[in-house]
């Protein structure tokens, strides 16, 4: 059976509801109603039918998160995506890359130290985001700090491949640093080969050196996407 508050984010998500107060405004039910369906764990097939009628949004989608996010768009009728203006084929809504999923976003702020295991990280919000940039071990953290500007900006959503250990030079990883949490850097190997440096892109932050030990307990996973606002 579908969970309660998988179907309550893509409905928040989809009419641009931040509130329950706003979600029960635009369903036409009182707020009470809402907690009612979620200590039930059930929601009311008439929800469903409201939001395709107001917004032409597919019960489907709602329910399972499969399929296209619109039936109706400008008063026609077909499979259409959250652009609300192509038309698609509706046989390639069932590949699993069209495919939507929601996500916790975790919060990249703990306490870490190099004595102590490794802490766990605490959820902030969830996304609905493309499976097709899910893989088996992507972790979605949002950036904190303004070290990375102007690649990655502050609020950034980062996609973290926490199976690949292995340090390329270049290439960006998430790693934990003592009384910061994790932190985003670009990883180089030194001139003598014998240890790592890391370095922001801002230039006022300063380079920083571990050896090869360090880096390996720290490292966290390296960054495969980006999600952001162009300035």
């Known amino acids: 059976m579908p969970d309660f508050n998988d179907i309550y984010e893509r409905m928040r998500i989809a009419t641009g509801c931040r509130t329950q107060m706003e979600l029960a405004d635009v369903l036409e039910i009182r707020q009470s109603s809402i907690s009612d369906a979620k200590r039930r764990d059930s929601v009311p097939g008439d929800w469903y039918m409201k939001l395709f009628d107001r917004f032409g949004l597919n019960p489907d989608w709602l329910k399972q998160g499969v399929g296209p ?15 609300a203006g192509l038309s698609e084929q509706a046989a390639a809504f ?94 180089f190997l030194d001139e003598a080969q014998s240890g790592y440096l890391l370095r922001s892109e801002a230039p006022e932050f300063p380079e920083t050196h571990l050896q090869p030990d360090v880096l390996a307990r720290r490292l966290f996973g390296r960054i495969v996407w980006i999600f952001q606002e162009l300035a």
């Open 94 to 187: 069932g590949e699993p890359r069209t495919k939507g999923q929601l996500v916790s976003v975790l919060d990249m702020r703990c306490d870490y130290s190099d004595r102590k295991a490794r802490p766990t990280l605490t959820s902030q919000r969830s996304v609905c985001l493309p499976m097709s940039c899910l893989g088996e071990k992507t972790v979605v953290l949002e950036m904190a700090g303004e070290n990375m500007r102007p690649v990655i900006m502050a609020g950034a959503l980062l996609g973290v491949d926490t199976g690949d250990a292995s340090v390329v030079s270049g290439k960006l990883y998430a790693l934990f640093a003592p009384h910061e949490g994790l932190i985003v850097r670009r990883i």
């Open 69 to 83: 996010l619109y039936l109706r768009a400008n008063g026609q009728y077909g499979a259409f995506d959250a652009s």
